[in-house]
């Protein structure tokens, strides 16, 4: 597995074992399968696991993986992971937060992932109205400067917003951002202003919940109710894109190209993303390893010319999606943002 050194002594896998799938709300989770199962993805080389304290559960059950993972394999195999984890205060407590309120959520993250420093922060802010992301980042650098956190991220923040938490002195070392072949928001500002200080982008959504599949190819659209939230989200994403139609067509050329390589959809889907500008790793949202050999596949696939535009050739037909990262979703009384939920630690994380 091709590794990226996202700062000093934080070295990360290129493919990231997401956590969100563990949450509750995703169905029951058998939870000595699921350490078994993270054990196969550390042993395979996918050293790196992503989570929040929004994720009901899954810091505790990555904590447990941790624990496991040195009894069996010993302190220097469990030195290898990495957890990137989240501070997402509630929306609805984002003008009364304090930094004590902050100090709190980090050292709860602590405990639950039984470690002494957190290897990655990202955070995350959802309103920018109420203006405090930058104060609030503040304390977590504070925070890091007492020792309890490694590196600070950010997670979904448009570029104007970034920028003024680096200016304010806060040292990012990378933002998770939502990009796909469908959704190229963060090649607009986000890369450059990035590359320019030093931010590497983690990315989610390569696979669009699924919607990068074989499955998918050649079906009639979908229509509510749909399966989950995930795919909400995303289709309305593809709507955005150009609808279901130019969809199939891109599903289409990534076959055509999986084939060549004897791949798979979602891993060429994937494996484009990684090839992009400012890109360090991809986020594959694993429920379990049965696609764990796919995933490890997807750095070395080799993308030819004739790939990428055959690829492009679709992509040239496509609505860019509106905005900045994140704008569309930020919108509470739109459709996107109509599908997130803003107080997740309140509802019992």
């Known amino acids: 597995m091709q590794t990226f050194d996202l ?7 290129r493919v990231i074992k997401g956590g969100w799938q563990l949450a509750g709300g995703h169905g029951e989770i058998d939870r000595q399968a699921g350490i078994e ?21 899954v810091e505790a059950l990555i904590g447990e993986f941790r624990k496991e993972y040195e009894r069996v394999r010993g302190a220097e ?3 290898r992971i990495k957890v990137h984890t989240k501070f997402v205060p509630d929306l609805g407590k984002l003008g009364t937060l304090t930094r004590a309120d902050v100090a709190e959520g980090i ?25 405090r992301q930058v104060e609030v980042a503040a304390w977590l650098a504070e925070l890091r400067q007492e020792g309890k956190i490694a590196n ?43 590359q320019a200080h030093g931010v590497n982008l ?6 669009a919940g699924g919607l990068f599949s074989e499955r998918m190819l050649g079906v009639p659209e979908l229509q509510p109710p749909f399966e989950n939230r995930s795919l909400i989200k995303y289709k309305l994403i593809v709507d955005e894109f150009g609808g279901w139609a130019l969809f199939q067509d891109l599903l289409k050329a990534l076959a055509t190209v999986a084939a060549r390589h004897g791949s ?30 796919r995933n490890l596949a997807i750095p070395g696939i080799e993308l030819s010319e004739q790939d990428f535009a055959e690829i492009n050739a679709v992509l040239a037909r496509a609505n860019p999606v509106p905005g900045d990262v994140y704008t569309l979703e ?3 009384s739109g459709k996107h943002g109509s599908v997130m939920k803003y107080n997740l630690n309140k509802e019992g994380h």
């Open 7 to 13: 700062a000093p002594g934080h070295r990360i896998s």
């Open 37 to 57: 199962d993270m054990i196969a993805f550390a042993d395979a080389g996918i050293t790196t696991f992503d989570c929040a304290d929004i994720y009901t559960g």
């Open 77 to 79: 195999a469990l030195s």
């Open 107 to 131: 050292e709860t993250s602590l405990a639950r992932l039984g470690l002494e420093q957190l290897n990655l922060v990202q955070f995350h802010w959802w309103n920018y109205e109420i203006d």
């Open 152 to 194: 600070i991220g950010g997670t979904n923040f448009d570029t104007e917003q970034m920028l003024r938490i680096i200016n304010a002195g806060v040292p990012l070392v990378s933002m998770q951002v939502q990009y796909s072949l469908i959704d190229d928001r963060p090649s607009r500002s986000m890369v450059t202003a990035a």
């Open 202 to 207: 983690l990315c989610y959504g390569s696979v």
């Open 264 to 293: 798979d959809i979602a891993s060429i889907a994937s494996r484009a993303v990684l090839e992009r500008p400012g890109v360090a790793a991809v986020i594959v949202g694993a429920r379990n390893r049965n696609h764990l050999d």
């Open 330 to 332: 930020r919108d509470r």
